[in-house]
């Protein structure tokens, strides 16, 4: 996999995993990617960009620890790996304003900071697509776009997903954000015929507009972190 250039706030190091929409497997994929990383000799660890529907911890780190097989981890407990929750499960917009407060990205990126000094690499699961709205003016992308991030984009074979994989990568393209790899979720491949044409027409799409990004099919097997090369 290739890298950034790194500078001292971890840039290059910290990689954002988004998906097509909510429930794409974004969760699965963070931890599928964190071992292939972990194979290749790099330590890794894993952080959510913003949680909602949860208080105190974070559901999705908790599936990361349990799926990778290490335990809470120290950072953890000290908030490092979740370092926004609320309450609402919804959108990170809607769940501020219902539990009252403000969303200071500034936390998230001292969090993120801090991982990147302790680690080779930082896998940030985000919250929804990449057009989660943080603010009225202000979505998931610009976040990952202002800081300058590498993004694996998670997808699947559900119906309609082509158009949802498209117009991420579009959007990925036109911000000028580097897109390590796509990952194609199996889990979702209820019907072959579908399944089988939106993985192979992803993977055209990519030779075409992405020919340096790595095209990665994960297991539909709950527990199995291994990506297949496609």
Request: charged share 25%.
């Amino acid at each position: 996999m290739k890298d950034t250039v790194t500078d001292s706030c971890g840039q290059g190091r910290i990689i954002f995993i988004s998906g097509i929409d909510t429930d794409a497997g974004k969760t699965y994929a963070t931890a599928s990617y964190a071992r292939m990383l972990e194979e290749a000799g790099h330590s890794v660890i894993t952080q959510k960009f913003i949680q909602t529907g949860c208080r105190d911890t974070s559901e999705d780190i908790e599936a990361h620890r349990r799926l990778l097989g290490t335990g809470p981890l120290a950072e953890d407990a000290e908030g490092l790996t979740a370092p926004v929750i609320f309450s609402y499960p919804a959108s990170a917009q809607l769940a501020a304003r219902l539990d009252g407060r403000e969303i200071d990205l500034g936390v998230i990126d001292r969090a993120s900071a801090e991982l990147a000094r302790r680690y080779d690499r930082v896998l940030v699961e985000g919250a929804g697509g990449l057009f989660v709205p943080i603010t009225d003016n202000f979505f998931a992308i610009d976040y990952v776009a202002s800081r300058r991030l590498p993004v694996v984009l998670t997808t699947n074979g559900r119906l309609g997903s082509i158009n949802h994989t498209i117009l991420s990568l579009e959007a990925i393209r036109q911000r000028g954000i580097q897109l390590d790899a796509v990952i194609y979720n199996r889990f979702y491949d209820s019907d072959p015929v579908i399944a089988a044409d939106t993985c192979a027409f992803i993977g055209r799409y990519l030779e075409r507009n992405f020919p340096c990004t790595s095209y990665w099919s994960m297991p539909a097997h709950d527990g199995v972190l291994i990506l297949h090369k496609l």
